[in-house]
């Protein structure tokens, strides 16, 4: 009777094995097709979720550190230009931008990488496409982790690749018009956003229209690097459109192609953020029209089709937004707008597409993602584009702490650094806030006040240290508490910042 009872233990126990959720390390078989998840790892994508809450399950440094736990200069004087993720064995990956030489004279070897770095700063690979313009050669995409161990980023290059933990290529997909070597000067369609990955394992990648720079900023850069005149560009383009993709993780084939201009053909939309996906797999991103600087914010259901539009056609217009969106709890829809020679406004969007609420702040851009604490406090970080060519305009950007109250936001508090924020900041298990500031790397030297700030959740300041270096990715947490940060410039290098080995 016992060896019975222990013979039905035992089969039940093996076939609960056989059939568990094992989405940490392996992928989690369901009826014969194999369903891939995120890695378990302290950040395995973009803004730490699908939603882009940029919220860490563990809490960082809060002690002012005495210098970093480490410093890793970037291989081949590449400064750090995409987000890090993590994997669930504390390996760091992330993405470069060969900046030696604002605008590279020559192609070979001026290609972005990505990086494989151990958790103890040591350098474990490298992974170089070969391809990309002259004007545009970086991984600006965040590196995805998956449950099957693929490292996925997208390029300058107009591509999307899927590595194994070794660093070789296991497919490549290509959007519409990727980069062409026989024409390097030609606009391209290039990959800076971050890839996000559906339950079903879909994957959502958003092109953005490359080797676009305003005339205005074109004409300053090109006194303070004559070299840009050599490719004679003459009559700069703004955008054309950008298109979202939804690619097959485990072979890189195309499921479909969503094109935000299909409404309005005449009136090409722009794409600078990457996509956020809600609870019931709702695809959310901001666009603009690169002739009117309109913004909308779009929902796209699971299958490519469009949920709705915002705002409507019938509806006032709002100004371009250019930054991620971020899913609230209550499935809130929270995206920050360019005000251009206006004031900039956080928008608060209700999941059926209706406004909730707007919010205008001091500064003219918001670019950085708005973060989620744990208690439903919004932190967006903001900066005035355009101080490079107007001295008259404020040289400062904020971090605004705000709590949405249902029909209107109210302001908690907000903290002052120079040069402003361009990218999210991170937010801790206890409300600690961690985020550094910026200037441009086509300027080296031109400013000196760099810093990784660390506030509580009154935003006081707990820390900061000075980076040798602007910033264009936010900092992560890891496990441990360690903090980690990359810088772009000259000196670009990943800095780790956490408590030392005893």
Same mark, same amino acid.
């Given at each position: 009777?016992?060896?019975?009872?222990?013979?039905?233990?035992?089969? =039940?126990?093996? /076939?609960?094995?056989?059939?568990?959720?094992?989405?940490?390390?392996?992928?989690?078989?369901?009826?014969?097709?194999?369903?891939?998840?995120?890695?378990?790892?302290?950040?395995?994508?973009?803004?730490?979720?699908?939603?882009?809450?940029?919220?860490?399950? %563990?809490?960082?440094?809060?002690?002012?550190?005495?210098?970093?736990?480490?410093?890793?200069?970037?291989?081949?004087?590449?400064?750090?230009?995409?987000?890090?993720?993590? *994997?669930?064995?504390?390996?760091?990956?992330?993405?470069?931008?060969?900046?030696?030489?604002?605008?590279?004279?020559?192609?070979?070897?001026?290609?972005?990488?990505?990086?494989?770095?151990?958790?103890?700063?040591?350098?474990?690979? !490298?992974?170089?496409?070969?391809?990309?313009? &002259?004007?545009?050669?970086?991984?600006?995409?965040?590196?995805?982790?998956?449950?099957?161990?693929?490292?996925?980023?997208?390029?300058?290059?107009?591509?999307? %690749? #899927? /590595?194994?933990?070794?660093?070789?290529? /296991?497919?490549?997909?290509?959007?519409?018009?990727?980069?062409?070597?026989?024409? @390097?000067?030609?606009?391209?369609?290039?990959?800076?956003?971050? @890839?996000?990955?559906?339950?079903?394992?879909?994957?959502?990648?958003?092109?953005?229209?490359?080797?676009?720079?305003? &005339?205005?900023?074109?004409?300053?850069?090109?006194? $303070? *690097?004559?070299?840009?005149?050599?490719?004679?560009?003459? #009559?700069?383009?703004?955008?054309?459109?950008?298109?979202?993709?939804?690619?097959?993780?485990?072979?890189?084939?195309?499921?479909?192609?969503?094109?935000?201009?299909?409404?309005? &053909?005449?009136?090409?939309?722009?794409?600078?953020?990457?996509?956020?996906?809600?609870?019931?797999?709702?695809?959310?991103?901001?666009?603009?029209?690169?002739?009117?600087?309109?913004?909308?914010?779009?929902?796209?259901?699971?299958?490519?089709?469009?949920?709705?539009?915002?705002?409507?056609?019938?509806?006032?217009? =709002?100004?371009?937004?250019?930054?991620?969106?971020?899913?609230?709890?209550?499935?809130?829809? %929270?995206?920050?707008?360019?005000?251009?020679?206006?004031?900039?406004?956080?928008?608060?969007?209700? @999941?059926?597409?209706?406004?909730?609420? !707007?919010?205008?702040?001091?500064?003219?851009?918001?670019?950085?993602?708005?973060?989620?604490?744990?208690?439903?406090?919004?932190?967006?970080?903001?900066?005035?584009?355009?101080?490079? +060519?107007?001295? $008259?305009?404020?040289?400062?950007?904020?971090?605004?702490?705000?709590?949405?109250?249902?029909?209107?936001?109210?302001?908690?508090?907000?903290?002052? +650094?120079?040069?402003?924020?361009?990218?999210?900041?991170?937010?801790?298990?206890?409300?600690?806030?961690?985020?550094?500031?910026?200037?441009?790397?086509?300027? @080296?030297?031109?400013?000196?006040?760099?810093?990784?700030?660390?506030?509580?959740?009154?935003?006081?300041?707990?820390?900061?240290?000075?980076?040798?270096?602007?910033?264009?990715?936010? &900092?992560?947490?890891?496990?441990?508490?360690? +903090?980690?940060?990359?810088?772009?410039?000259?000196?670009? *290098?990943?800095?780790?910042?956490?408590?030392?080995?005893?």
């Amino acid at each position: 009777m016992v060896s019975r009872i222990f013979i039905v233990f035992l089969t =039940i126990f093996l /076939l609960s094995c056989l059939t568990s959720d094992i989405s940490g390390g392996d992928a989690m078989k369901q009826s014969g097709n194999t369903k891939v998840s995120y890695n378990r790892g302290a950040w395995p994508t973009y803004c730490a979720d699908t939603r882009h809450t940029c919220r860490s399950s %563990y809490k960082g440094l809060t002690r002012k550190p005495k210098k970093p736990k480490w410093i890793f200069q970037s291989p081949g004087g590449h400064g750090i230009s995409s987000p890090v993720a993590i *994997a669930d064995d504390g390996t760091l990956y992330f993405g470069t931008w060969k900046n030696k030489q604002f605008t590279r004279d020559k192609m070979k070897g001026h290609s972005g990488l990505l990086v494989s770095l151990s958790r103890d700063g040591k350098l474990n690979w !490298t992974h170089d496409s070969h391809r990309g313009s &002259p004007l545009a050669s970086g991984v600006e995409s965040s590196p995805l982790l998956t449950s099957d161990s693929k490292i996925i980023y997208g390029k300058d290059d107009g591509h999307v %690749y #899927a /590595l194994n933990r070794k660093g070789e290529l /296991l497919w490549d997909f290509a959007c519409d018009d990727p980069f062409d070597p026989e024409k @390097p000067f030609d606009d391209n369609e290039q990959v800076i956003s971050s @890839p996000k990955l559906g339950k079903d394992g879909t994957l959502y990648i958003c092109s953005h229209w490359g080797n676009v720079y305003n &005339p205005t900023v074109m004409k300053e850069l090109s006194k $303070r *690097a004559p070299a840009i005149k050599k490719f004679g560009i003459k #009559a700069v383009k703004e955008p054309l459109w950008s298109k979202v993709y939804a690619i097959d993780v485990q072979n890189g084939s195309r499921k479909w192609m969503y094109d935000p201009s299909r409404d309005t &053909p005449f009136n090409k939309k722009v794409i600078w953020g990457s996509p956020a996906l809600g609870e019931d797999g709702t695809l959310y991103f901001g666009a603009y029209d690169g002739d009117t600087f309109q913004g909308y914010l779009y929902a796209v259901n699971p299958d490519g089709t469009k949920k709705w539009r915002f705002p409507k056609n019938n509806e006032k217009s =709002i100004d371009a937004l250019q930054s991620s969106p971020s899913i609230g709890d209550d499935g809130t829809i %929270y995206i920050g707008s360019f005000g251009g020679k206006k004031k900039a406004r956080l928008y608060a969007v209700n @999941p059926n597409g209706t406004l909730k609420w !707007t919010y205008e702040i001091t500064e003219n851009r918001i670019t950085s993602t708005p973060a989620i604490g744990v208690d439903g406090t919004l932190y967006v970080c903001s900066h005035n584009w355009g101080f490079l +060519v107007n001295p $008259r305009m404020p040289k400062e950007g904020h971090v605004y702490a705000l709590e949405d109250l249902g029909k209107k936001p109210r302001l908690k508090w907000k903290f002052a +650094v120079d040069y402003g924020i361009l990218a999210p900041p991170a937010v801790d298990s206890e409300g600690n806030i961690f985020v550094a500031n910026y200037s441009d790397p086509a300027m @080296p030297g031109f400013f000196k006040t760099y810093r990784l700030y660390a506030l509580n959740s009154k935003g006081e300041e707990l820390w900061s240290y000075l980076l040798n270096g602007s910033v264009y990715s936010p &900092p992560v947490i890891d496990k441990d508490g360690t +903090v980690y940060i990359g810088t772009m410039g000259q000196d670009g *290098a990943l800095y780790a910042f956490g408590p030392r080995k005893k």
